[in-house]
């Protein structure tokens, strides 16, 4: 049996890469483990001992009904369902203190979930459920990649940290049902986040196409694109096209191309210009597009600066300093062009280059197309960039 149809506990079990299963197993692995909790709170959250750390208690997505654990004293995990609760809630009456955690395993929607849970409303009425006082809240969103949550009430946490920070110290004992599945959590993770681009000479659509338990497309072409955008700041997520939830992108950029004051009184003071790579899943297209846009929310940099909401006057003074910088490019047409680019202003876009990816297609063949694409556009659009922001 080859290691792509091998089955793990999880998967005997029906885990896979079910977030409710992950929650589920945290969950259970902080109640159940004092060696887990004292980690999980102190050295990945970096909250601060207390006198009486076996009074944690835990939630997960209360409603979704009891769960027994017979491991360990307390209630069940489980109460009525209540809308805009998070997926784990660790609490402690005596510190007033609530942990909540969205865990988005994949992070392929909801992009508001966290401005919803961040809500006072949302808070508040968690608080009453859990019979807390005007509590203390630790807010997180705990995902693969570690994505920066909407709401900046919300922190960051990623299932890296928790691995290396948490996973990595506990003296698991595979003989145990607790100890025997968090192995296995720390053996999916590390298959995750070893995951390694394509030698040259690989077929790139047998890379992207590479799926063993939490290793699917979306991580190998983050993989890939990461791999061609050395010296770039860089993020990845999903395209926010209406129903477009199988394309991943990656986005790329020089810390100049990015501007987002706290208020935007000038539409050519607020802009994100970026490298987007996009890979149709279905179609096996990869397109790179160069965008300049307006909203951070979207482009996921920056506090809230959205031009629709400044007014007619500030969304035409950005179009025009956005047309600017389209018109400069133009008159480099010729450079642009030979080296694969297509000059065409769209909605974000003012260039784009579609690449084929066959059966046959090396990876070597791919990235050596976007480095020279990448040498000739990037310093033209340092200088333009710059040029445009004085």
Known sequence: MSCGTCLDQFDLLGIGGREDSYSDLLGHAFLCSASFRDLFLGDLLGLA????????????????????????????????????????????????????????????????????????????????????????????????????????????????ALLEKVLARLPLDQSEPLGALLLTLRDRLGEYYGRRPPAAAAPLKEHLRYRHRLVF????????????????????????????????????????????????????????????????????????????????????????????????????????????LYERLLSHHGRLENAGWNLRRSFVALMSAQLAVTDTTSAGEVRERIANMLAVATPLVDTIVAEAAR
């Open 217 to 324: 497309s979306f991580r190998n072409f983050e993989v890939f694109a990461g791999d061609l955008f050395s010296g770039y700041q860089t993020d990845s997520d999903v395209t926010t096209n209406m129903e477009c939830c199988y394309i991943p992108l990656y986005r790329a950029w020089h810390p100049n191309w990015v501007a987002y004051p706290e208020l935007a009184s000038d539409g050519a003071g607020c802009y994100s210009a970026h490298y987007e790579l996009q890979w149709n899943t279905r179609l096996d297209k990869l397109t790179l597009y160069f965008h300049v846009e307006s909203d951070p929310a979207r482009a996921g940099k920056g506090p809230q600066c959205l031009l629709r909401d400044q007014g007619e006057r500030t969304v035409a003074r950005f179009q025009g300093w956005r047309g600017s």
């Open 49 to 160: 001992p207390g006198p009486d750390e076996q009074g944690w208690q835990a939630i997960v997505r209360p409603g979704s009904g009891p769960i027994d654990l017979a491991c360990c004293d307390g209630p069940p995990l489980g109460a009525e369902r209540r809308q805009g609760v998070p997926d784990l809630v660790f609490h402690h009456r005596e510190r007033g203190a609530i942990v909540a955690i969205v865990n988005k395993l994949f992070v392929t929607g909801e992009p508001d979930l966290t401005e919803r849970f961040a809500d006072i409303a949302h808070r508040d009425s968690l608080a009453e459920m859990l019979g807390l006082d005007m509590p203390s809240f630790h807010l997180y969103y705990l995902s693969l990649r570690g994505a920066r949550p909407l709401s900046p009430a919300f922190r960051a946490l990623s299932y890296q």
